[in-house]
């Protein structure tokens, strides 16, 4: 009965580093999706998975930014050269199917919070 | 585009006060809404939603009413605990399966 898990929980690295961030979602869920929560705001949506494909990747902030998911399940956010705006609380979710139309609720991990300096 | 506006915060009561924390939205289309809460130290938890207009969420005395009419979800709990004390965020699914997020209110109950 294990919800969404996240790794590391904390990540400090410096700047021009990259950095993987670690997301298992619920298992079952097919649908998976990244959020960044900077100090004081709100979530923003960086990218969806449906199963290992990504139909919506738009909130991607640069491409610096990317992501993988295989076998459905374990999901990746890199960040390539971070850069001190980097710095936010990165949250995962997982619903069990996602999609057009569908009201699934999106269960959310603890969050990895990063920090670049 | 899609876009939810809460109450600016943060907002402090008494225990046993009541609660209304306004959200509104702008969206295509027919969107699920919903409320979800940040404890302290704690990872995003759904406190409820509504599918369509007129729904009533509920959950731990918390109620929220989908009106289409004034594009509204406000979040309303008759009698506030020190327990209560979170960030509430509003948003807003349409199809597409992302959510958008309010900025969050910050509420502090004081025994």
């Known amino acids: 009965g294990a919800g969404v898990s996240q790794s590391p929980s904390n990540k400090v690295t410096e700047k021009g580093k990259d950095v993987e961030l670690r997301c298992d979602p619920i298992?079952?869920?097919?649908?998976l999706y990244w959020y960044r929560q900077r100090l004081g705001q709100g979530l923003e949506f960086l990218i969806y998975?449906?199963?290992?494909?990504?139909?919506?990747k738009s909130g991607l902030p640069s491409d610096r930014f990317s992501a993988e998911r295989t076998g459905e399940s374990v999901s990746t956010l890199t960040i390539q050269r971070t850069q001190q705006e980097d710095s936010a609380v990165y949250l995962c979710?997982?619903?069990?199917?996602?999609?057009?139309?569908?009201?699934?609720?999106?269960?959310f991990g603890p969050g990895t919070r990063l920090t670049v300096l | 585009g899609n876009s939810v506006t809460q109450m600016e915060g943060p907002v402090t009561l008494s225990e046993e006060a009541f609660l209304t924390i306004n959200c509104t939205y702008t969206?295509?289309?027919?969107?699920?809404l919903f409320w979800y809460v940040q404890y302290p130290g704690e990872g995003l938890q759904l406190l409820l939603k509504?599918?369509?207009?007129?729904d009533k969420g509920s959950n731990k005395g918390f109620e929220a009413t989908y009106r289409k009419e004034t594009t509204s979800f406000h979040l309303e709990k008759g009698s506030v605990q020190v327990s209560d004390s979170a960030v509430y965020f509003c948003?807003?699914?349409?199809?597409?399966?992302?959510?958008?997020f309010g900025e969050g209110t910050q509420l502090t109950v004081n025994p």
């Open positions: 298992s079952g869920h097919t649908a």
């Open positions: 948003a807003l699914l349409t199809s597409g399966s992302r959510l958008t």
């Open positions: 509504a599918t369509k207009a007129d």
């Open positions: 969206a295509t289309g027919y969107p699920s």
């Open positions: 979710a997982s619903s069990l199917e996602g999609g057009s139309g569908s009201t699934d609720t999106q269960y």
């Open positions: 998975f449906q199963g290992n494909s990504a139909p919506d």
